[in-house]
């Protein structure tokens, strides 16, 4: 027994030699504060007024990662270097999940991207969010329209200013392939259902579509619905659709319900590329417009966003592989409804240099300085469009800049989270399976409490 | 792995009516059926790692756009997809070798700290008497069935907040920063896995002879003398089975990385790093492939050096003697 224990006895000493070490390893901290201050320089002359926190430090937690992350932190280096200020940004895939958590924990970051205004209202009715700033909110007011800033107030009080925004109102097509059959871009709702009979009869599924997405399956298909609920009534009623003024089962929303069926539900202009109509529910989100490359569909209703989506080495552009046009209104006399979406910078602390950072984030130099970067749209009305090199960008800076659009929220992130973010996208998976539209509106209706 | 003993040299054997039902079992598992089901069943399983094996070498817009066995009928082959996954483009998060390290940070004390209290903890229950020790037992079996997520919040406010009884303040908050968030990942692993480790060692130990301790006892030899010199060298293959499941289970984790390490460079481990990859969107999803066979080096490596204890170590729990 002696002769085997020794080497055991040996590894267990290292073992225990190994813990030990490693203890005492994680007390051990640096502490490197850099003051490199350069505030006086011509350059850093726009961010005087954020001076002043030198090596505080700013940390930031978002959904935003990998390629679009460097991004960001390029956006506020000059910021960074000139009032020595630290922004550090930290990206997750599990950014909806995991802010409560870190929130509940007593673990908040200064500064979250929250892209749901429902997720706003939870911290705010639980007193975790802090108001913003009178600088942020004047910032924030001087530089976004209203119907954005109503996103980001909840009861009177103000939270956050927007950054980010994308446009849902696009319809990605391909300007090559509609040159080659001389079909033109559609402007009025009619047009579209026009092209799409045209396109059906030339032998290829005019529509496809996917709202398969892992865990969040259904999202897609609940933008259709809103899209087309913008277009069948006033903007009002879709308000009063998203606070539950009016059933989830009301005879307006059962018929935009129905009308996008039309284009989703008909064997005729489904599935291009794919199959039938219950193809649809098992294709994923982000593949569902390929087929507009190779030929096998011609029309893709999608956000702006969905431009990362394309493989490498396709050009996004009017004159280019693919592109987008506006998804027509039916009644184009009414203004120009769109549907989009966008984060907003919500502080849980409310340290001066966390202010600072909002308020910054809130303005023009920072917009722009994003802009110039690239692959990045906001309302923020600043915005110089020259810095916004990206074609399908341009076109959604000038949709969110145009003063006929009426913008709206996408209604499924203003909805209780367990509507929508629950039952609405399941429902619509079932819709797409075949359930009539009566019997899912009510099943969602009665999961609103 | 090749464990196939030949059946004549198990039929010689049989003399009690013990070992004949076990070479009757042994016969009937090695018979031409089973085999041919053993087969099946390890094809079956096999095919979608193999997809993703495939996959791992197709084209970003092959591999969105047709199923991995189109591969076969139109064979097109890249390396991009583990260049994208080793030599990341993402400046911020820098290399993946760096993740590599913090995956291997955590995982090695994550793996040792529960381990050896584990250890110490079952031979104490199972051999040293006092007072309430049952009870003791089985509280730290029942906390088995208390699921992780539960005790999310309240462990992080542990941390961050400290532990507070009416005012008076019992554990000040930790207040860790950058790398220091280590010893949050470790006690968190730590915390989860004991109940388990616990149960499984003390299921181990409390099966050795009792004659060795007592012969032991009788020659003067202390508690911690007979931990160290009888129980550990006779539990050894128990602790590689429990080193192996809590590797793997530590190594593949998310959730508990992403909530006590955070996702910066300086604490993410290798699995945050992956999720990142996909994109703001998961656009870049085809990275995922080549990332997954990456992450899963480390785990073969381990598993496959130590799986002659990993058997070992189921079996002598079953069987005595």
Known sequence: ???????????????????????????????????????????????????????????????????????????WKQFEDCTGIKVNHDGSAEFEAQLPVRVDGGNAPDLAFIPQPGLLARFVERGQAKAASADTKAMAEENYSADWLKYSTVNGTFYGAPLGSNVKSFVWYSPKMFQEKGWTVPTTWDDMIKLSDTIADSGIKPW?????????????????????????????VYDQWTTHQIPFNDPRVAEAVNRAGTILKNEKYVNGGFGGVRSIATT??????????????????????????????????????????????????????VLGGGE????????????????????????????????????????????VANPIDKLSVEILQDDSSVFRFDGSDLMPAAVGAGTFWKGMVDWINGKDTATVLQGIESSWK | MTTTTPPVAAGTQDTSGRSTRVSRVRKRLSGRTATLVTIVIAVVWTIPTFGLFVSSFRPEAQLKTTGWWTFFSDPQFTLQNYQDVLFGRSSNSGQLAGYFINSLVITLPSVLFPIAFAALAAYALAWINFRGRDWIYISIFALQIVPLQMA????????????????????????????????????????????????????????????????????????????????????????????????????????????????SDVTAPLTVRLAEMAGTRGNEWQRLTAGAFVSIVVPLIVFLSLQRYFVRGLLSGSVKG
Request: glycine share 8%; with cysteine.
């Open chain 1, 284 to 337: 994923a989100f982000g593949d569902a417009g390929l087929p507009i490359t190779a030929g096998k569909c011609a029309l893709h209703r999608q956000a702006s966003f969905y431009a990362n989506q394309w493989p490498q080495g396709t050009k996004v552009a009017e004159d280019g592989d693919v592109f987008a046009f506006y998804f027509p209104a039916i009644d184009p006399a009414k203004g120009k409804p």
């Open chain 1, 344 to 387: 907003f910078v919500t502080a849980f602390t409310d340290r001066p240099e966390v202010q600072a950072v909002q308020t910054y984030l809130a303005s023009g130099e920072y917009a722009n300085s994003r802009a110039k970067i690239g692959d990045w749209v906001s309302a923020n009305k600043k915005v110089d469009l020259a810095n």
């Open chain 1, 208 to 236: 496809c579509a996917g709202i398969e997405s892992g865990e969040a399956t259904g999202w897609p298909a609940t933008d259709w619905i809103e899209d087309v609920m913008l277009r069948t009534q006033t903007p009002e």
């Open chain 2, 152 to 263: 999310l919040v309240p462990l992080l406010s542990f941390f961050s907040r400290g532990v507070s009884l009416g005012g008076v303040t019992l554990m000040p908050a930790w207040n860790l920063d950058g790398a220091q968030n280590f010893a949050q990942v470790w006690f968190a692993h730590t915390c989860f896995a004991l109940p388990f480790a616990v149960y499984l060692l003390h299921n181990f130990i409390a099966q050795l002879p009792k004659d060795l301790m007592e012969a032991a006892r009788v020659d003067g030899a202390t508690h911690p003398k007979i931990f160290r010199t009888i129980i550990l060298p006779l539990i050894t293959p128990a602790l590689a089975a429990l080193g192996i499941f809590q590797f793997l289970w530590v190594w593949n984790d998310l959730l508990v990385a992403l909530i006590f390490a955070g996702g």
């Open chain 1, 1 to 75: 027994m002696a002769v085997f224990a020794r080497p055991r006895q040996a590894l267990a000493i290292a073992g225990v030699l190994g813990l030990a070490l490693g203890v005492t390893a994680c007390g051990t901290g640096s502490s490197s504060n850099s003051d490199n201050n350069n505030a006086d320089s011509a350059e850093c002359a726009p961010y005087e007024k954020y001076q002043g926190h030198s090596g505080k430090k700013v940390e930031i937690y978002s959904s935003i990662r990998d390629l679009e992350a460097d991004r960001l932190a390029e956006s």
